[in-house]
Structures are given as structure tokens and as C-alpha cells.
């Protein structure tokens, strides 16, 4: 059967068809036009963007999508229920160990050697009175979700099949299958919704599929840039500086606009001059990882350096949606993370968790407290790369250094 024409300012008829082959305007190939192919003065009034989207918000209504338009719409997920109490998986921690006072020496001389400021003597001779070993706890949960938004918007119709709403019930925004490329990653995929395009017209040139050209404001001629206007330029003839006829303008002071090329309009940048656009609702879906953590560590070493150290892993668990650390024998660290793992749960409902990993780490800290002449303080070895933290080192100064 044939499918119906479809005239510059129609749209195809859903249910009469559902393809049709659409052609582009292109400006005329007489290079002898000599006026502008439109005449921009009898054509309507231009009306600013805004205007003329709102006249296309017209659509035939899409069941579950009634609310959407030019603009993102939040989609909030089906409802996830955590698995039975009895299904809690086991808790088990590893042990942590301590350090010796060579390591201590050995440590607070490798901190001296990266501060050109620092005497050498204290840390060689400095007396270790103390040393106590304890741990510090660090706790680390990683949400990974998933949100997805709705928004209407369009492209160029090119011609072929449109699968529109007279092709089947659309499914809604959760029921598209989709998985993320990595987990824990942030990142952002886009999918069609099926049975949601509709065509129209090009709301920008009014299916025309040409537009007025900005250069010459719809004219088709400019200033000629050869003589700036004038129609004559200066040259020589016969040993003299004599006035001549423009070659480009023939004299007249205008030329082709060097856009358009005279011909006052250009292809539509919204449709690409083929007249028609083909708008669906597009599917937005955001996976993103969100990460809180807790230290717990009773000495003075600040809780920010625990973090930026390696230590023992303890405990490491991953699934949909884990359990709070529960029996670990610091209760501080037990109520935290279930304070961090509610506030996971409930804090975005507007996202769906996808994956869920905890982890819980042991860094050793020595507390060490020293003398060195007169001078009694304490600093901190802490974390498997015997960092050091000493904020009152006994010999600072500045001989030695040069500043460029």
C-alpha cells in the first residue's frame, strides 16, 4: 500500500502509516539568483525558543508518562525488602598485631630525613620512655544506586518506521532492563522508551526546513568586503592611483552573503532542514557510588590520618543490601555502622541500591611518649608504613635552607 505524502507543513498521520521517506531542503543551485529566495518580511513574527516548545507540548498521551515533558521527571523505585533476619551472614574478624621499639627508632629517623628543618640528634638519641600499641578502627561503606528520570526530547525525522504509541503499550521506566557497565562506578546511560515517538512539525522553522540566515539578518547581501562598501576601490593604472569599478559588487556596494549565498535562508538547524522531528521520551539512568566512612581511634593522632594508611583488613562483606557490623567487640564502631547503613537506606528515595560493600580495617597506632634533654612529648607511629605523626618535633629550624 502507499504511504501518504507528507506536505512541508503536515505531520504524518500515526495511524495511516508508519513510515515515510522525508526530504531535506537545500537552497536553490541557480548561481544566477540574483534576489533572496524568501521573502523574511511577510513571515510571521519570530517568537523566542520557550514559545515555540510550548505550542509542541501538545502530545498524544503515553500511559505512565503523563507528566512528562521537556524537563527531567525523577522516577522513584519499586520497593526493596531486605532478606530475613535468619539469613544474616556470619561475622568474623581477624586479630591485629603491634610494634617493637626498633621499629619506633627507625621510624621517627626516616620522618627527621624528610624534613630538612629537623635536627638529626633527637631522633638519634631521644629516650622512648613508653610505647603504648593500640588500634585504630576505620570503617568504610560503599552504596552503590541507581536513579532514573524521563524527559521528552527530539531529533530530526529522517524518514523509516516510527514506533509510536499505535504500536503497543509502553513499558514504564523501571521495567527497561538495564545494567551498569561497572559497579561502584559513577556513570550515566540512556535508553528509548519503545511505542513513544510521535512526529511534528519543526517547531523552530515552522516546516519550512530553512531558517533566516543571521549573517545578512534575512537579505541575502552584506557589505562587500572587497570595497567595504564603497563600489569603487583604488588601483593602479598607467603609473596613477585611479578609482575602479568593484569587481565583486560590480559597483553596487553589496554582495552575496558569503553564509547564505544569497540566498537570505539556511538550512534549519533544529531539523536539519528535513522539516519534521520525531520526539520521545527518553530514559535517563545515573548509577552513582556513595561512600561514608567512620574512624574510631582514642589516642591524639587526628582520625583524618587514619584514613590515607594502610592496615589489617578484618572484615569485608558485599550484596545487595548488607547487614550493620553487629559483634565486633568495640561498640562504638558496631552503632556507627549501623547508623551509616540506615542512613544509606533512607537517605535517597528517589535512587534503587544495586550493591552494597563494607569493609572494616585495623591500623596500628603506637602512641610513643620520649625525652630528649629537657624536652618531654609524645608522637605516633601509626599504619603498616610506620608513618609517623609529630607535631612537636624538639629541633626545628631553619638553618640550612634556601629559599628561591
Known sequence: MDQPQVLPNQVPDADAGTQNNNAAWTPPTDNA??????????????????????????????????????????????????????QRPEEKFESTGSIDESTVRSAIIDYRSQHCCYGSKPANEMEFKT????SAFHYHLETFSESRSTKRVFVPFYGGNVDGPQMGAAPL????????????????????????????????CYARGFIRCQRCAGKGKVTC?????????????????????CGVCKGT???????????????CSVCNGYKLL??????????????????????????????????????????????????FPVAEVNTNSARIVDEHRTARPTERIVQQRHNLRAIPVSEVEYSWKTTVSKFWV???????YCPDYPQSCCWGCTII
Open 33 to 86: 539568483l540574483a534576489t533572496p529566495q524568501f521573502n523574511w518580511e511577510e513571515a510571521p513574527q519570530e517568537e523566542d525558543d520557550a514559545t515555540k516548545m510550548k505550542k509542541d507540548a501538545n502530545f498524544v498521551a503515553v500511559s505512565g508518562y503523563e507528566q512528562v515533558a521537556f524537563d527531567d521527571v525523577a522516577v522513584a523505585p519499586p520497593q526493596y525488602e531486605p532478606p530475613p533476619t535468619d
Open 131 to 134: 610505647i603504648t600499641p593500640s
Open 173 to 204: 521506566p523501571w521495567q527497561l532492563p538495564c545494567q551498569p557497565d561497572n559497579l561502584f562506578m559513577d556513570h550515566t546511560k540512556t535508553l528509548e522508551v519503545p511505542h513513544t515517538s510521535e512526529i511534528k512539525s519543526c517547531y523552530n
Open 225 to 245: 568586503p572587497n570595497c567595504r562598501g564603497n563600489g569603487t576601490k583604488r588601483a593602479h593604472h598607467n603609473g596613477q592611483m585611479v578609482e575602479q569599478c
Open 253 to 267: 556596494g553589496r554582495a552575496n552573503c558569503d553564509i547564505c549565498k544569497g540566498y537570505a535562508c539556511v538550512a
Open 278 to 327: 520525531r520526539h520521545f521520551i527518553k530514559l535517563f539512568i545515573t548509577y552513582k557510588c556513595h561512600k561514608t566512612d567512620y574512624v574510631h581511634e582514642d589516642t591524639g593522632l587526628p582520625n583524618h590520618l587514619i584514613k590515607s594508611v594502610n592496615g589489617k583488613l578484618l572484615f569485608d562483606q558485599s550484596g545487595i543490601q548488607v547487614w550493620p557490623v553487629a559483634t
Open 382 to 388: 601509626y599504619g603498616f608504613e610506620n608513618a609517623v
